[in-house]
């Protein structure tokens, strides 16, 4: 399985970006996809996650303004992120596996997001 993240950025706070992450290999129906984030200095944080069954979760930070989605069709993960602020920059790398081992089997390389 290989994931690939594009679609970060640098944009000015309160603009938008929609981040999007490739899939190819086998994914199984089963495996939840999320997105996580890590800034300078700290540690990687989970951002989003989207199950099997549609479900979704979301950090407290980012309520109300990123939306996970999933395209079953072109095996792609989205995070649509609005509003953005400061704090949200950081390395936003995505992630496919069983809930199991909290969606973290497979990861990306990441894609920059910066925000000021």
């Known amino acids: 399985v290989q994931l690939v993240e594009s679609g970060g950025g640098s944009v000015q706070a309160g603009g938008s970006l929609r981040l999007s992450c490739a899939a190819s290999?086998?994914?199984?129906?089963?495996?939840?996809m999320g997105w996580f984030r890590q800034a300078p200095g700290k540690e990687r944080e989970r951002v989003a996650s989207?199950?099997?069954?549609?479900?979704?979760m979301y950090a407290d930070s980012v309520k109300g303004r990123f939306t996970i989605s999933r395209d079953w069709a072109k095996n792609t993960l989205y995070l649509q992120m609005n509003n953005l602020k400061p704090e949200d920059t950081a390395m936003y790398y995505c992630?496919?596996?069983?809930?199991?081992?909290?969606?973290?089997?497979?990861w990306g390389q990441g894609t920059q997001v910066t925000v000021s």
């Open positions: 992630a496919a596996g069983f809930p199991s081992v909290g969606c973290t089997r497979y």
């Open positions: 290999g086998y994914i199984f129906n089963t495996y939840c």
């Open positions: 989207i199950y099997s069954t549609g479900d979704t």
